[in-house]
């Protein structure tokens, strides 16, 4: 498949976009029914798309950064009357009547959007079998998960369906599906990117980011779609920063720190990855330095208050009364109740019960409270460590892809697929995952990178020197 970058610069050069679009089409055709990638395709939307975009050429328009790469959306960013289910039976038929701003902004780049990808219920999960619709396959090795909760998102790129796609990341669910599909994936800086339309889950930590095979592709696609929007009032004030010029700025003079905390119980084998990659950007001239920070470990602990506590209040408004799917009842509340019985699955349940509890009178101060004090130590914590240090290099995930259910029946063990991902997000930093060797089965393993807010360029290029010492 050709790189997004090589797909726009052929349609600038006068190359149809249906070209592209129907070589999509073919390889969701292809696999679609085994992978279970897309819940919605939209095969005439893309066509109709391409088509404008053939057009803008022709008037020798600027097609735009996109123009006609195909791109796959997680099915929890709103599209105009096209159906948005977040995976869960209580909005199923849902048409939002808005865009999402990333959505028209990759339109208003040329970039096709081919279709709505399968995600653990409302993002909630690390592996896409929490999806009311089916659990999403592994590309790489169908008996095995893609990951999650953006388990749509990558395998559409690992399966060469779509060059690009979206997903979003509240504790890590692009980096880790990115991980274990073999793609290089990111969580930006928190307000780089809208979340106007990206259906909230924990709005503190959600934010909206890139898939790609490419570490050029994903710092492309994250140019598109930064960048201030009104209609998010935590977006950030800056314009959209300057990534794919600085892609190969390598890493010379810069201090990477490794942190003992981000590598702690990964299998050897991505340990041995992480040492590997260390050693590289220390070839490439980094300065690398060896650090500490405990705090990290606090960090799933207080995720799992925050991020329910949020996700609780959040998804309340799914009553019956708006939107998706009602179940009659002899009055209100047992309408709201049957509704919200039968709408959610028991992942979503376990999380409304467990940010309810953290959030009720009593235990507000114990639970909710004490959460919120451990994530301004984490920020704190992660600021010293940047004094030090320009970025941080660990893991993005203890393992490899895992079988399907193997850890569907613990979910401390299902929870545990984060733990190196998570800080990041209670930090509201920046982070990426690149693939860099292979463990287990010959499968990827993928290597995080973290900085601080804004810090994308330089973590792009240190993931380029990474990419080129992996043969890529
Ligand atoms: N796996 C984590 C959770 O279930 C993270 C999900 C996400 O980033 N959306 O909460």
């Known amino acids: ?81 096209i159906p948005t289910t977040c995976s869960s039976k209580i909005l199923e038929g849902w048409k939002p009547p808005y865009n999402a701003t990333v959505v028209d902004m990759l339109a208003a780049q040329g970039a096709i959007s081919m279709g709505k990808t399968n995600l653990d219920e409302f993002a909630m999960g690390s592996s896409t079998e929490n999806s009311a ?63 106007y339309g990206l259906i909230a889950f924990a709005s503190s930590l959600d934010q909206i980011g890139p898939f790609a095979s490419t570490v050029t592709d994903a710092a492309l696609l994250l140019e598109a779609i930064s960048g201030h929007d009104p209609m998010d009032s935590t977006s950030l004030p800056e314009p959209a920063p300057s990534l794919v010029a600085h892609v190969n700025d390598g890493v010379a003079g810069k201090r990477i720190a490794l942190v003992r905390e981000l590598v702690e119980g990964a299998d050897d084998a991505v340990v041995a990855s992480v040492n590997r990659a260390v050693e590289v950007l220390k070839d490439a001239g980094a300065t690398i330095v060896e650090l500490s920070i405990p705090e990290l470990h606090l960090g799933l602990s207080a ?26 009842g002899d009055d209100v509340t047992a309408m709201m109740e049957a509704t919200r019985t039968a709408g959610f699955g028991a992942e979503v349940k376990r999380r409304i019960m467990l940010g309810t509890y953290a959030l009720s009178a009593g235990y507000f ?74 463990g287990e089965a010959d499968l990827p393993i993928g290597v995080q990178l973290l900085g601080p807010g804004r810090s994308e360029a330089r973590l792009f290029a240190a993931a380029r020197v990474l990419e080129i010492a992996d043969g890529r």
């Open 133 to 195: 619709f089916g659990p999403t396959r592994n590309p790489l090795d169908p008996t095995r998960v893609p990951g999650g909760s953006s388990g749509g998102s990558a395998a559409a790129v690992a399966a060469e369906m779509t060059p690009l796609s979206l997903g979003s990341d509240t504790g890590g669910s692009i980096r880790q599906p990115a991980a274990l599909c073999g793609l290089v994936g990111v969580k930006p800086t928190y307000g780089l990117v809208s979340r």
């Open 1 to 81: 498949m050709k790189t997004a970058q090589q797909i726009a610069n052929d349609v600038r050069a006068g190359e149809s976009a249906l070209v592209a679009v129907e070589a999509s089409l073919a390889a969701i055709k292809a696999r679609n029914e085994e992978l279970n990638v897309f819940l919605y395709v939209d095969e005439d939307g893309a066509r109709t798309a391409a088509e404008a975009v053939d057009a803008k050429v022709r008037r020798g328009e600027d097609p735009g950064l996109l123009a006609g790469v195909p791109i796959a959306l997680k099915d929890n960013m709103c599209t105009t009357g």
């Open 365 to 438: 101060d114990a639970y909710y409270g004490q959460a919120l004090k451990v994530r301004t130590r984490m920020i704190e914590a992660f600021a010293a460590a940047y004094q030090q240090a320009d970025m941080i290099i660990g893991a993005t995930t203890p393992s490899v892809a895992f079988t399907f259910g193997s850890k569907t029946n613990d979910p401390m063990a299902m929870y545990l697929n984060d733990v190196f991902t998570i800080p990041t997000n209670l930090a509201g930093e920046a982070a990426l995952s690149v693939p860099f060797g292979t």
């Open 303 to 328: 995720y799992y208050l925050i991020a329910p506590a949020e996700a609780s209040s959040n998804l309340a408004r799914y009553d019956g009364v708006r939107f998706g799917n009602r179940i009659d």
